[in-house]
């Protein structure tokens, strides 16, 4: 068997078929185009070859069809059907029979961009049940076969019942005849299965997948094989009120072609792919052509257009709107051509909405091929195919032509009586007096501020001799030869200033311009402004403007300083900004260098402590441990406090089970009690509820916080962490923890201290106990951020009390109440030291670390626990060990050479990897854990590793094993 070159092998078919795909929709939805089902790989077979070496090649790929081929040249088909009818049912010795005597010729080709109900039709057609398909540049593209063609037509929802569709004529034998015999019957039928029968029972259904897979592959001799020994004996059956669809999809689950129909024991016919395949064709058909009907006979004018804005389909209502006889000017061209547009500036927002918008609602002015003006309004969506894809838009374009002329001259109309009123409301409401001449000086109007500014009676109104009318105003004016002037129509003309001053002191302004009607000058209007008091107030605001324009300056002065100020503010802010990062990426880096080598002096004096020492040698290991460990808690207090005090510390708030978050903090603290002899309990005093809702991490970190402090500064006495519950005046529910020592005590005077940053109640605390002095100030910060309260009550020599509260966030009433959990020790004797649990995991780990220390110690770790490892030093060479090895589990550090963590789990997930995969870093800032979580990792350890969290987190995932097992 070969696999087809799609590249350089010409296509020399004697047939080639090409269906124009249609334009039209069906159900609003576009159908797949043939390269969307197809089966791309083709296997192909040389003509000189047996038809058993064809057998078995179908038979071991599942197929049911060979592209028969001599080097570059295709020459035929063979399928199961061939088989059937030109080797089996002749009874010829297929054993020395060739695929060229057998193959099926012409080949029937088909090119990729075929619509899917096209090819359905061609398959039902030429009675096939497979086409060959070709690419654009003619080359061998796929095969498509009446199964991929049923599997895509299902997805059009059809409620039939097969009874409707099933073949009750259903070719029956004896299950004790012989394959060719049966053979025979199939061929003469032109079927591809028989019922096999027991007596009245069905025993069982051979089909041509049989007789290729279990009798030609097999090399069996048909003549001398009875049916019973190679049918299919599993006969999946339906009842005859199946769906299409349900069956369909039932043959496409068990990869068969074919559902024998029961009802009441009794067999009743046969549903195959072809019958399925046959009924939704037509129902489609029958739904297209339903709506090509619909859109045919439309009043409203139908398009469709692909993604770039080409017109794909206009219905014969668009046609007749725009005046043409054909679509041939506007299919595959872009939506509407130019000729067609009265206002070509809409053109490009149309074609823009078309491409890439959504719905749209446009009025559009258009021109038709005779040149008449058109108006519409457009509605367009998106069109999308049965896959939701979108693959163009279709719209409708509304003829609104008739409507708006009428508008038009409607609206010519109001608005010529609104700009008389309009006109007439102006004149009346202005505080100006206008007055209209002819050329005969007869005064044509008048508004009624033009009169009260003259004087005249309102009733007599304006004398209609515009003459006359300046004769009698001469004597109120300081300057009547002007007057005289603007009455005879010459001030204008002189070009003097038209001011007249009347002996009272007002002053007018006139303004004189021509009166034009039809195009033609028939008069004057001459406008009077009272500017008496702009007159008298122009001085002052020159005055005005003078301090206005000192002020301007002034304030500009001050803008520029003010500029400079915001410059060397917002350059201090930026140095700032630069500090804080350097900080925060100085702290990263020193985290990462110090966690590295301190995670192999933990761990091998950890381990050291369990080897055969002397007294001696054990105290100086438990020492170095110790030590290593104290300065771990140093390192985890800058860290913290540089967290919170750059903001970048969040916290999640999760429900809680508030017994195991008691337990671990007894569970750390309990053996540093009994290191100094002291008597610690967590002590419950209420009934508590077992969940509360709070960030489970920062509530542990405060109580271990305040309950480590109070076992560091209490040399004999005890230790309790007394639990209760209190219920707010608002009925909210919290959780009260005192810590309560016999220690050192705290005078009154330093009790506030002891919360600020680097503080203690005295310097002299920190050369005898050590420590930061971060660790209160870190608290009070967290409670804060969890919504709580801390407080303290002290008296010197005697003891100190912490009382920490926060939300429970729960209603305590209405949850689950907390038992008494077993306390650290007690778990402790119950599991024993996980180092020498008897459990041991039996699997073969990869261990990726650059560092040579770490590498050993985590080597040693793992082996203890019986884990077979391979260690590598760089990320590429664990990529290429877990691809090339198999291994259980990876252990992937994060900082390393050539590929890092992150890039080489990337890498692995990207390449199919499916094992667990545990990132162990230096890096502990906030997000590290995310950042592996993001790239691939399962769980996040950070440096140095606690020996019981690494046995805890493998358990998680590999299988153990007691020891007398192993």
């Not at 804005?309 to 041939?328: E, I, K």
């Not at 003010?562 to 990426?585: G, V």
């Not at 303290?792 to 209405?814: D, Q, W, Y």
Request: with cysteine; hydrophobic share 40%.
């Amino acid at each position: 068997m070969s696999q087809f070159d799609k590249q350089s092998h010409p296509i020399l078919a004697e047939s080639v078929v090409r269906l124009d795909p249609s334009p039209l929709v069906t159900t609003s939805r576009q159908w797949l185009q043939v390269r969307d089902i197809m089966t791309p790989d083709v296997c192909t077979i040389d003509p000189d070859r047996t038809i058993v070496d064809g057998a078995a090649i179908m038979a071991d790929n599942t197929i049911s069809c060979l592209i028969v081929c001599r080097g570059n040249d295709l020459l035929g088909v063979v399928t199961e059907t061939d088989l059937l009818k030109r080797a089996v049912a002749q009874g010829d010795d297929f054993r020395r029979m060739t695929v060229a005597q057998v193959m099926s010729r012409p080949l029937y080709t088909v090119q990729a961009d075929l619509g899917v109900l096209e090819a359905g039709r061609l398959l039902e057609d030429r009675k096939i049940r497979r086409l060959v398909v070709l690419d654009e540049q003619g080359h061998l593209a796929g095969i498509l076969t009446q199964t991929d063609l049923v599997r895509a037509m299902t997805t059009y929802n059809m409620g039939k019942e097969i009874a409707e569709i099933m073949t009750q004529d259903v070719a029956v034998v004896s299950s004790g005849v012989t394959v060719q015999q049966a053979a025979r019957v199939m061929a003469r039928q032109n079927i591809s299965c028989v019922i096999a029968m027991e007596g009245e029972t069905v025993g069982g259904v051979f089909t041509e997948r049989d007789l290729l897979k279990r009798v030609l592959a097999a090399n069996r001799d048909p003549g001398q094989t009875l049916l019973r020994e190679v049918m299919s004996n599993r006969v999946v059956s339906v009842s005859a009120s199946c769906s299409i669809v349900t069956a369909s999809r039932l043959m496409d689950q068990r990869k068969i072609r074919r559902l024998v129909v029961m009802e009441d024991g009794a067999l009743r016919g046969l549903i195959t792919q072809t019958d399925v395949l046959r009924a939704l064709k037509e129902r489609l058909q029958a739904e297209e052509d339903r709506h090509r009907q619909l859109l045919a006979e439309s009043h409203n004018c139908v398009f469709t257009t692909d993604l770039e804005g080409r017109t794909t389909y206009v219905n014969p209502a668009l046609l007749q709107l725009l005046g043409l006889s054909d679509a041939s000017g506007l299919v595959g061209q872009v939506f509407l051509p130019d000729r067609f547009w009265k206002e070509a500036s809409q053109a490009p927002d149309v074609l823009a909405g078309l491409k890439n918008g959504g719905p749209q609602i446009r009025d559009l002015a258009l021109r038709s091929a005779r040149g008449k003006d058109l108006f519409v309004t457009l509605f367009s969506v998106r069109a999308r195919n049965v896959r939701g894809e979108v693959i163009g838009r279709q719209g409708v374009l509304y003829d609104t032509t008739a409507d708006k002329e009428l508008s038009r001259i409607r609206r010519i109309e109001r608005e010529l009586r609104d700009s008389e009123d309009l006109l007439r409301a102006t004149l009346e409401s202005t505080a100006d007096g206008i007055v209209a001449v002819d050329h005969d000086n007869a005064v044509i109007d008048a508004n009624t501020p033009f009169r009260h500014m003259w004087g005249l009676d309102p009733d007599t109104g304006v004398p209609a001799d515009w003459s006359a009318l300046g004769d009698m105003l001469e004597d109120s004016l300081a300057n009547p030869q002007t007057l005289r002037r603007i009455v005879s129509g010459q001030a204008a003309a002189a070009g003097e200033a038209c001011v007249l001053h009347f002996k009272d002191g007002k002053v007018l302004e006139v303004h004189e311009r021509p009166l034009v009607r039809g195009g033609r000058v028939c008069g004057r209007v001459l406008n009077f402004r009272d500017v008496t008091v702009q007159r008298r107030t122009q001085e002052a605001l020159e005055q005005a403007r003078k301090q206005a324009t000192d002020a301007c300056q002034a304030t500009e002065r001050a803008n520029r300083q003010l500029a400079e100020a915001a410059e060397r503010a917002q350059l201090l802010a930026q140095q700032a900004m630069m500090a804080n990062r350097a900080k925060s990426d100085f702290l990263a880096n020193m985290s990462h260098e110090i966690r590295t080598p301190m995670n192999a002096i933990v761990g091998f004096s950890e381990l050291l402590e369990r080897e055969d020492l002397n007294e001696e040698q054990r105290k100086f290991a438990r020492t170095i441990a110790q030590s290593a460990r104290n300065l771990l808690d140093l390192i985890d207090d800058i860290l913290d406090f540089s967290k919170i005090e750059a903001g970048k510390l969040t916290l999640e708030m999760l429900e809680t089970d508030l017994g195991q978050l008691l337990e671990g903090v007894d569970s750390l603290l309990r053996p540093k009690a009994q290191q100094k002899q002291l008597r610690f309990d967590v002590l419950q005093c209420d009934a508590l509820p077992q969940f509360i809702r709070t960030d489970p991490t920062r509530l542990r970190q405060c109580l271990i916080n305040l309950a480590g402090n109070a076992i560091k500064f209490t040399e004999s006495g005890h230790v309790y962490i007394n639990v209760s519950l209190e219920t707010r005046d608002d009925g909210g529910t919290w959780l009260r923890f005192d810590v309560e020592d016999t220690g050192i005590g705290i005078s009154p005077e330093h009790q506030q201290a002891i919360f600020e940053a680097f503080s203690q109640a005295d310097t002299s605390t920190t050369r005898r106990f050590g420590g930061t002095g971060l660790g209160l100030a870190i608290t009070k910060q967290l409670v804060h951020l969890l919504g709580g309260e801390l407080s303290l009550s002290s008296t010197p020599g005697k003891g100190s009390v912490f009382t920490l509260m926060i939300p429970a966030a729960v209603e305590a009433r209405h949850v689950a109440r907390l038992d008494k959990y077993e306390s650290a020790t007690q778990i402790e004797a119950q599991t024993g030291d996980v180092g020498a649990s008897s459990a041991r995991h039996i699997a073969h780990v990869l261990v990726a670390e650059d560092n040579p220390a770490n590498q050993m110690l985590v080597e040693l770790l793992l082996r203890r626990v019986g884990l077979d490892c391979t260690v590598v030093a760089d990320g590429r060479a664990a990529v290429e060990a877990a691809l090339r090895e198999t291994f259980d589990l990876i252990i992937m550090d994060i900082q390393m050479p050539l590929l890092n963590g992150y890039e080489a789990t990337r890498e692995l997930r990207r390449r199919g990897y499916d094992k667990p995969i545990i990132a162990i870093t230096a890096h502990a800032m906030v997000g590290d854990a995310e950042k592996c979580m993001d790239a691939g990792c399962n769980e996040y350890i950070s440096k140095p590793v606690k020996r019981e969290l690494l046995y805890e987190t493998l358990a998680r995932y590999l299988s153990i094993k007691q020891p007398n097992a192993s």
